[in-house]
């Protein structure tokens, strides 16, 4: 099973920019569609975006669309997400998966492999 691991999260003020990272163990990273969700405390885990294999297909929640930018680098098993025009709304422990069918889903039952998290912390 593929091992992730983010990081990029922090503090910063409303309206600020943060971009988080995860990376991928194996070999196999450039098989699997990816995506970010993320969960605000007392609340479910929330799809935000998600990319396919190759990077070709993008997907956003509408809360993000238009402030954030998923991306990857398959030679550095890597993917990205760029947040910008931060709100308080968007503090949350953010966390990286992976779905096997290459595909990508705004699913939670899609993803195969999570990390551990990363926090994010807007204010206001």
């Known amino acids: 099973q593929v091992q992730l691991v983010e990081s990029g999260g922090g503090l910063v003020q409303a309206g600020g920019s943060l971009r988080l990272s995860c990376t991928a163990s194996?070999?196999?990273?450039?098989?699997?569609?990816m995506a970010w969700f993320a969960q605000a405390p007392g609340k479910e885990r929330e799809f935000v975006a998600a990319?396919?294999?190759?990077?070709?297909?993008?997907y956003y929640s509408d809360s993000v669309k238009g402030r954030c930018t998923i991306s990857r680098d398959n030679a550095k098993n890597m993917v990205y997400l760029e947040m910008n025009s931060l709100k308080p709304e968007d503090t949350a422990v953010y966390y990286c998966?992976?779905?096997?069918?290459?595909?990508?889903?705004?699913?939670?039952?899609?993803?195969?492999?999570w990390g551990q998290g990363t926090q994010v912390t807007v204010s206001s």
């Open positions: 998966a992976a779905d096997y069918s290459g595909w990508g889903s705004s699913l939670r039952r899609a993803y195969h492999a």
């Open positions: 194996g070999r196999t990273f450039s098989r699997y569609g």
């Open positions: 990319i396919d294999r190759t990077g070709g297909m993008t």
